[in-house]
Each structure stands twice: as structure tokens, then as C-alpha cells.
């Protein structure tokens, strides 16, 4: 199975500061397949980037994703309070699809 | 817009079965792979199982294949997931999901515990 890994586990940052979040992948990641999710607690994941880079429709463009192969980066360019919350990478490249342990986005 | 709903979870024994069931509307559910990921108490996302948009393939994560059998009736925009031989490590909040690799659409969720 391939296995991601996330770094940090938490972030703790400031609003209107700048998240940059770590998915590492265990083997290559077919196509670019890795996703990003936000959960805020007690909520069900949203999708925030899907194919690495791209952004579903009504997502803000202050979430980038970026990388390929084993290496994954999701890039918040400026916290908002509602930005702090849980983030996941989800890779469907490789079956079975898995995901990432999550990192944690907390006001500093 | 699309929205999902998840029925179906509850308290089981070890050893029991539960279906749960996931009404769909707003979008062409018939259209789309859909997907059963799940959350154990305090911990992170894990796929469970998709199935193709006419059903015809299912995908199983090792864990419950053998144990669970995901469904669909188009005609009745619903998704559903069988789950016999239910153990403790099944207890989660099990999420319905459109799509069979990203997922846009998600339900709240239903809850699913194992325990005697």
C-alpha cells in the first residue's frame, strides 16, 4: 500500500500568515493522483485540490497545491480564522487508495 | 446543489451485520463512482470501498473484503454498504462520498458502533 505521510503533525501559525503543509508519499503517485481535504471538527471533509494542483469550483484561490511523483505540498498563501482546522492528502494513483494522517492547523 | 445523506448506523454486537443506505440528490448520482470512507473516534480518513457509476465494479480496502458489499440503485439515487462480521475496529462515522477517486460531495456521516 502506498503510505503518506504528513509534516508537521500541527502548525501553529497566526492569521494572515502563510501554511505550508508536507505529503510525502511512499512510492510515486501515479499521474499526479493526490487530493487535499479540510475537516474542522464535528464537519465532514471538503475538498480543497484534487490531480495535485487543481481547485474545485468555489474554493478560494488562497489554497494552492503543488508537486508530483512522492513529494506533495499544500500551500494556505493567507490564514483565515475559518482556515484553521484539519488537513488530509488522499492519493487515488495507487490501489488501495489511502490517505494521509492529517495535520492539524492551530492559531498560534 | 448536491447533497448526501446517510442513514443506517447504530449499536451493534460483535459479530453483527448493519446496512447503511446514502440518498443522493441535486446531481447525477447515476453518473458518478461513489465511495465509502470512514472515521474511527479520534483518528483519520479511511477508505472503505467504491463502486463504479453502473455498479458493475466494487473496490474493497483489505481490511473488510469478504465482510462488506457496497451497492447501488440508480433509480433510487442510493448507495449502500452491507456490513456483516462487524468487529470493533469497524466502529467509525462512515461518510458517503461522490465519486470513485476525489470526492466533492460528502454526507455528515453515520455512526457506527461496535460493542457488546
Known amino acids: 500500500d502506498t503510505v503518506l505521510t504528513q509534516s508537521p503533525g500541527t502548525l501553529s501559525l497566526s492569521p494572515g500568515e502563510r501554511a505550508t503543509l508536507s505529503c510525502r508519499a511512499s512510492?510515486?503517485?501515479?499521474?499526479?493522483?493526490l487530493a487535499w481535504y479540510q475537516q474542522r471538527p464535528g464537519q465532514a471533509p471538503r475538498l480543497l485540490i484534487y490531480?495535485?494542483?487543481s481547485r474545485p469550483t468555489g474554493i478560494p484561490d488562497r489554497f494552492s497545491g503543488s508537486g508530483s511523483g512522492t513529494d506533495f505540498t499544500l500551500t494556505i498563501s493567507r490564514l483565515e480564522p475559518e482556515d484553521f482546522a484539519m488537513y488530509y492528502c488522499?492519493?487515488?494513483?495507487?490501489?488501495?487508495?489511502?490517505f494521509g494522517q492529517g495535520t492539524k492547523v492551530d492559531i498560534k | 446543489e448536491g447533497q448526501l445523506v446517510e442513514s443506517g448506523g447504530g449499536l451493534v454486537q460483535p459479530g453483527g451485520s448493519l446496512r447503511l443506505s446514502c440518498a443522493a440528490s441535486?446531481?447525477?448520482?447515476?453518473?458518478?463512482?461513489m465511495t465509502w470512507v470512514r472515521q474511527a473516534p479520534g483518528k483519520g480518513l479511511e477508505w472503505v470501498a467504491s463502486?463504479?457509476?453502473?455498479?458493475?465494479?466494487?473496490y474493497y480496502v483489505d481490511s473488510v473484503k469478504g465482510r462488506f458489499i457496497i451497492s447501488r440503485d440508480n433509480a433510487k439515487n442510493s448507495l449502500y454498504l452491507q456490513m456483516n462480521s462487524l468487529g470493533a475496529e469497524d466502529t467509525a462515522v462512515y461518510y458517503c462520498?461522490?465519486?470513485?477517486?476525489?470526492?466533492?460531495?460528502w454526507g455528515q456521516g453515520t455512526m457506527v458502533i461496535v460493542s457488546s
Open positions: 441535486g446531481f447525477g448520482f447515476g453518473s458518478l463512482g
Open positions: 488522499q492519493q487515488y494513483g495507487n490501489s488501495p487508495w489511502t
Open positions: 512510492q510515486s503517485v501515479s499521474s499526479s493522483f
Open positions: 463502486i463504479k457509476e453502473d455498479g458493475n465494479e466494487k
Open positions: 462520498a461522490s465519486g470513485r477517486m476525489w470526492h466533492v460531495i
Open positions: 490531480g495535485a494542483s
